[in-house]
């Protein structure tokens, strides 16, 4: 059995949280996608702010790898309505899958 289509990657650092810079931070993100992209991997996790280049990406290979994001994260203590907004704008964007926190 081939365990990497069950594999979910996940990358959430913010630039700060990494101590990157901002384009620093966004080439680890390529760096992941690329990854879950050849290894074929079930999805790739991400921040909301990613998942349109991660869409793209996927899209351009032509890959299976699916994007998921988090919503609401990490305090998870906003108002249902604003949670909402944050899942729809992702949807929009490409999420396959949403985490709420």
Known sequence: MDI????DSTYLKTASQAS????QNKDVVVSF???AIQEDFKLIM??????TLAKEM????????????????PEGQSSIEK?????????????DELDFV
């Open 4 to 7: 990497r289509s069950f594999i």
């Open 20 to 23: 990157l810079d901002e384009k």
């Open 33 to 35: 996608v690329e990854e």
């Open 46 to 51: 991400i921040r909301p702010e990613m998942v």
């Open 58 to 73: 996927i899209l351009t290979s032509k890959s299976n790898v699916q994007v998921g994001t988090v919503i609401d994260f």
């Open 83 to 95: 949670k909402l907004e944050e899942a729809n704008q992702a949807i929009l964007d490409g999420a």
